[in-house]
C-alpha cells in the first residue's frame, strides 16, 4: 500500500524558514517524480515543485523560484522541501504527491500524502 | 507560462442528472491534462489522467474527454457522494498548473 507521510510543518514568523519531509512507502521511491502541492485555506490546489526520479531534475511554480528547494534521498525514500524567506502568501497546507507512472515527471499525481500545515504569521 | 481556467466555477444539480465541467488551456497541451476531485476536508483524488482515461477504482460515471485547449470532464449521472469541487491539471512541461476549480453541489 503506497503511504505519504509529511511532517514538518508549524508555524514560522515572515522570513523564516522551514523543512518539509515526506515519508514514502509501499513503492519503488527511486523510480518515480514527486511533488508538492499547497492548498490555502478555502483556495484551491497551488503546484510547488516537482523533483525527477534521480533528484537531477527540479522545477518550481513561479511563485516559490529562488526561496524553495526540493530534494529527495532514494536511499531514506524521502521526499523534502526546504522553505525559505517565508512570508503570509505561504501559509497552506502543503501535501506531497507522486506521479502517477514510473519515468517521465510530466504524470498525473496518484496517491497524495495527509498534508502538512504551514502558517506564516508573527 | 499556460494559464487554466475552468467553468463554471460552481454548479448545482440533482441526483440522476448528468454535469459537465469545461477546462480550458491559454496554449495547446496536447492530452496532458488531469482531472482531481477533493471532498471537504479529504485529500484530492486522481480521476482522470491523459484527459480520457479513468483512474482505477474510479465509477464508469464519470469521463473525460478533448484535446489541445478545450476538455470536459462530465459525469453521467450525479451521486450525493459526488459532492465535491473539481480541478483540472496540466503535466506537459514543466509545470503542473492547477485550474481554479468547480465546486459541485446537490441540490
Known amino acids: 500500500e503506497v503511504q505519504l507521510v509529511e511532517s514538518g510543518g508549524g508555524l514560522v514568523q515572515p522570513g523564516g524558514s522551514l523543512r518539509l519531509s515526506c515519508a514514502a512507502s509501499g513503492f519503488t521511491f527511486s523510480s518515480y517524480a514527486m511533488s508538492w502541492v499547497r492548498q490555502a485555506p478555502g483556495k484551491g490546489l497551488e503546484w510547488v515543485s516537482t523533483i525527477s526520479s534521480g533528484g537531477s531534475g527540479t522545477y518550481y511554480a513561479d511563485s516559490v523560484k529562488g526561496r524553495f528547494t526540493i530534494s529527495r534521498d532514494n536511499s531514506k525514500n524521502t521526499l523534502d522541501l526546504q522553505m525559505n524567506s517565508l512570508g503570509a502568501e505561504d501559509t497552506a497546507v502543503y501535501y506531497c504527491?507522486?506521479?502517477?507512472?514510473?519515468?517521465?515527471?510530466?504524470?498525473?499525481?496518484?496517491?497524495w500524502g495527509q498534508g502538512t500545515m504551514v502558517t506564516v504569521s508573527s | 507560462d499556460i494559464q487554466m481556467t475552468q467553468s463554471p466555477s460552481s454548479l448545482s444539480a440533482s441526483v440522476g442528472d448528468r454535469v459537465t465541467i469545461t477546462c480550458r488551456a491559454s496554449?495547446?497541451?496536447?492530452?496532458?491534462l488531469a482531472w482531481y476531485q477533493q471532498k471537504p476536508g479529504k485529500v484530492p483524488k486522481l480521476l482522470i489522467y491523459?484527459?480520457?482515461t479513468l483512474q482505477s477504482g474510479v465509477p464508469s460515471r464519470f469521463s473525460g474527454s478533448g484535446s489541445g485547449t478545450d476538455f470536459t470532464l462530465t459525469i453521467s449521472s450525479l451521486q450525493p457522494e459526488d459532492v465535491a469541487t473539481y480541478y483540472c491539471q496540466k503535466y506537459n512541461t514543466a509545470t503542473f498548473t492547477f485550474g481554479p476549480g468547480t465546486i459541485v453541489d446537490v441540490k
Open positions: 491523459a484527459a480520457s
Open positions: 496554449q495547446g497541451i496536447s492530452n496532458y
Open positions: 504527491a507522486k506521479s502517477l507512472m514510473a519515468g517521465s515527471p510530466w504524470r498525473a499525481f496518484d496517491f
